[in-house]
């Protein structure tokens, strides 16, 4: 009779503990899906306290899948990657061999994202191709789903859209047979981004407000945070700024409420980019370098490539070359390192920019030929426009009017096609240019188009570099007042824009 009171008294104390350690997994998810990483932590780190306590078998597993949920939270929310790596090894060094699959495909899952975040694309996909396999043999088509998506944003951050586009539609698919809808919502932030990434703003409005919608819905603050500056993003792109600078101000205020140093980073980059769009170059600065602050001190190369790309281009806007050439160096350095496709596409144009007006011609056409490449892959006119009226340039100045002039139509073409008014002056000065030594009335009608345009898009720089090229071929012509006055208000432009 004792013996049978004992039993049962072990068995009611095995009860509670799996009460207690059920309850606090179930408060540490809520802790973490609500923003309150410290106290989500706590609670895991308390049940693998109470699991190493029991020394019970049956607690190993418990034990191992909480340590990767630490490390899960360590490295998305905190972006404490090599800690979190740490501890996922610790937990595959414990585990039997042949045994705890569905924990050993967690562990490869959390690792694929550390290796994406730190900007190691093909580590972190065969890391997710090994839980994928893991998780098809045991027909887990959940987290198959959730692994495909994270396959997805590897393509897409590789440059890869055809295939990132297709493992994030498969995430959606199955997502949507097994009526996840955390799922469901993920898939639809993933899918927007890569038609954000196509310029395709409109599809990807509707994908990212439908992750909004959901993380409203739940309460996921790190949701409501990115998706708002995705969103913010979007509407940036299609030029409506006041709409894109509500989502950032809302995302900037969850974000910095819950210490999410990756998003107050990013809407610190989104903000830096309104402000550049603007030409109100010194908030832009400071934004920007708060966003490569914040990069650095964690570790995020992908985001210090992005940031020295965004103030390369502050500093070629201001004319200060020697530092534009700086942070583009160190931009394509890292891309190439990281294998960011779309970096690197910038890090050569804007390095051939500088070198065309500091007069380094030699890689200016190897360069270019390389953006060129990464702009047709990526389906990115405005880039390609760009590309384009850059050659312009570098042939008219080498001599070859004609074929200038073809690059610059070339140009003119996709900027119309691309929408971008910034590329369509761009390339009507690139015209201009073809003409300047066979029909001066023919540039001179050109670069008017161009100034007409810069002035109805409020566009300050492009207006003053539209106004010089305008007073010099007036000035050749002997219109020597009407090109004083084009100075004049091009020089006032750049002194209010501290413009060198």
Same mark, same amino acid.
């Given at each position: 009779?004792?013996?049978?009171?004992?039993?049962?008294?072990?068995?009611?104390?095995?009860?509670?503990?799996?009460?207690?350690?059920?309850?606090?997994?179930?408060?540490? /998810?809520?802790?973490?899906?609500?923003?309150?990483?410290?106290?989500?932590?706590?609670?895991?780190?308390?049940?693998?306290?109470?699991?190493?306590?029991?020394? /019970?078998?049956?607690?190993?597993?418990?034990?191992?899948?909480?340590?990767?949920?630490?490390?899960?939270? =360590?490295?998305?929310?905190?972006?404490?990657?090599?800690?979190?790596?740490?501890?996922?090894?610790?937990?595959?060094?414990?585990?039997?061999?042949?045994?705890?699959?569905?924990?050993?495909?967690?562990?490869?899952?959390?690792?694929?994202?550390?290796?994406?975040?730190?900007?190691?694309?093909?580590?972190?996909?065969?890391?997710?191709?090994?839980?994928?396999?893991?998780?098809?043999?045991?027909?887990?088509?959940?987290?198959?789903?959730?692994?495909?998506?994270?396959?997805?944003?590897?393509?897409?951050?590789?440059?890869?859209?055809?295939?990132?586009?297709?493992?994030?539609?498969?995430?959606?698919?199955?997502?949507?047979?097994?009526?996840?809808?955390?799922?469901?919502?993920?898939?639809?932030?993933?899918?927007? =981004?890569?038609?954000?990434?196509?310029?395709?703003?409109?599809?990807?409005?509707?994908?990212?407000?439908?992750?909004?919608?959901?993380?409203?819905?739940?309460?996921?603050?790190?949701?409501?945070?990115?998706?708002?500056?995705?969103?913010?993003?979007?509407?940036?792109?299609?030029?409506?700024?006041?709409?894109?600078?509500?989502?950032?101000?809302?995302?900037?205020?969850?974000?910095?409420?819950?210490?999410?140093?990756?998003?107050?980073?990013?809407?610190?980059?989104?903000?830096?980019?309104?402000?550049?769009?603007?030409?109100?170059?010194?908030?832009?600065?400071?934004?920007?370098?708060?966003?490569?602050?914040?990069?650095?001190?964690?570790?995020?190369?992908?985001?210090?490539?992005?940031?020295?790309?965004?103030?390369?281009?502050?500093?070629?806007?201001?004319?200060?070359?020697?530092?534009?050439?700086?942070?583009?160096?160190?931009?394509?350095?890292?891309?190439?390192?990281?294998?960011?496709?779309?970096?690197?596409?910038?890090?050569?144009?804007?390095?051939?920019?500088?070198?065309?007006?500091?007069?380094?011609?030699?890689?200016?056409?190897?360069?270019?030929?390389?953006? /060129?490449?990464?702009?047709?892959?990526?389906?990115?006119?405005?880039?390609?426009?760009?590309?384009?009226?850059? =050659?312009?340039?570098?042939?008219?100045?080498?001599?070859?009017?004609?074929?200038?002039?073809?690059?610059?139509?070339?140009?003119?073409?996709?900027?119309?096609?691309?929408?971008?008014?910034?590329?369509?002056?761009?390339?009507?000065?690139?015209?201009?240019?073809?003409?300047?030594?066979?029909?001066?009335?023919?540039?001179?009608?050109?670069?008017?188009?161009?100034?007409?345009?810069?002035?109805?898009?409020?566009?300050?720089?492009?207006?003053?570099?539209?106004?010089?090229?305008?007073?010099?071929?007036?000035?050749?012509?002997?219109?020597?007042? /009407?090109?004083?006055?084009?100075?004049?208000?091009?020089?006032?432009?750049?002194?209010?824009?501290?413009?060198?």
């Amino acid at each position: 009779m004792a013996l049978k009171n004992r039993s049962s008294i072990q068995l009611t104390m095995k009860n509670r503990l799996a009460s207690l350690i059920t309850a606090l997994r179930g408060r540490a /998810e809520v802790y973490r899906l609500t923003g309150y990483y410290d106290k989500s932590i706590a609670d895991f780190q308390r049940v693998i306290s109470l699991c190493k306590e029991e020394r /019970e078998r049956n607690l190993f597993s418990v034990q191992w899948e909480v340590s990767i949920n630490v490390a899960n939270i =360590l490295a998305r929310e905190k972006s404490k990657y090599k800690r979190a790596k740490i501890m996922v090894e610790g937990v595959l060094k414990q585990l039997p061999e042949r045994e705890e699959q569905r924990i050993r495909a967690l562990a490869f899952t959390s690792l694929g994202f550390i290796y994406l975040n730190q900007g190691d694309y093909n580590t972190a996909q065969r890391y997710y191709q090994k839980a994928i396999l893991i998780y098809q043999k045991l027909h887990d088509e959940k987290n198959t789903s959730r692994v495909y998506g994270s396959l997805g944003i590897v393509y897409l951050d590789k440059g890869d859209l055809d295939n990132a586009l297709n493992f994030c539609q498969k995430d959606l698919a199955i997502s949507k047979k097994l009526s996840n809808q955390y799922g469901i919502s993920a898939a639809s932030n993933s899918i927007g =981004l890569i038609h954000f990434t196509k310029g395709k703003y409109d599809i990807a409005l509707k994908y990212l407000k439908q992750h909004l919608s959901f993380s409203r819905k739940i309460g996921y603050k790190r949701g409501i945070a990115l998706a708002c500056n995705n969103i913010g993003a979007a509407y940036r792109e299609k030029g409506d700024i006041d709409t894109a600078l509500k989502y950032y101000e809302e995302s900037l205020l969850v974000a910095e409420a819950y210490n999410l140093k990756k998003v107050v980073a990013s809407v610190s980059n989104s903000m830096g980019l309104i402000y550049l769009d603007n030409e109100n170059f010194a908030p832009a600065l400071n934004y920007l370098k708060k966003y490569l602050a914040i990069t650095e001190s964690i570790g995020f190369k992908m985001g210090i490539d992005i940031a020295c790309g965004n103030i390369g281009i502050l500093y070629y806007d201001k004319g200060e070359f020697k530092n534009a050439l700086k942070y583009y160096a160190r931009s394509l350095t890292i891309a190439e390192e990281i294998g960011d496709k779309l970096g690197c596409g910038i890090g050569y144009l804007g390095i051939s920019r500088i070198n065309l007006e500091t007069g380094c011609f030699d890689t200016i056409l190897k360069y270019l030929k390389k953006a /060129e490449k990464i702009f047709l892959d990526y389906g990115n006119t405005k880039k390609l426009s760009e590309v384009n009226s850059v =050659l312009s340039d570098y042939f008219t100045r080498k001599g070859n009017n004609k074929k200038g002039h073809e690059f610059a139509e070339k140009a003119l073409t996709l900027a119309r096609k691309s929408g971008a008014k910034e590329m369509e002056v761009l390339s009507l000065r690139a015209i201009a240019k073809s003409f300047y030594k066979t029909n001066h009335q023919k540039a001179i009608s050109l670069l008017r188009r161009a100034v007409a345009i810069a002035r109805k898009e409020k566009g300050k720089l492009d207006l003053a570099h539209s106004l010089c090229d305008l007073a010099d071929l007036l000035t050749i012509i002997k219109k020597q007042r /009407e090109a004083e006055e084009n100075m004049k208000e091009a020089k006032v432009i750049f002194k209010r824009l501290g413009r060198v």
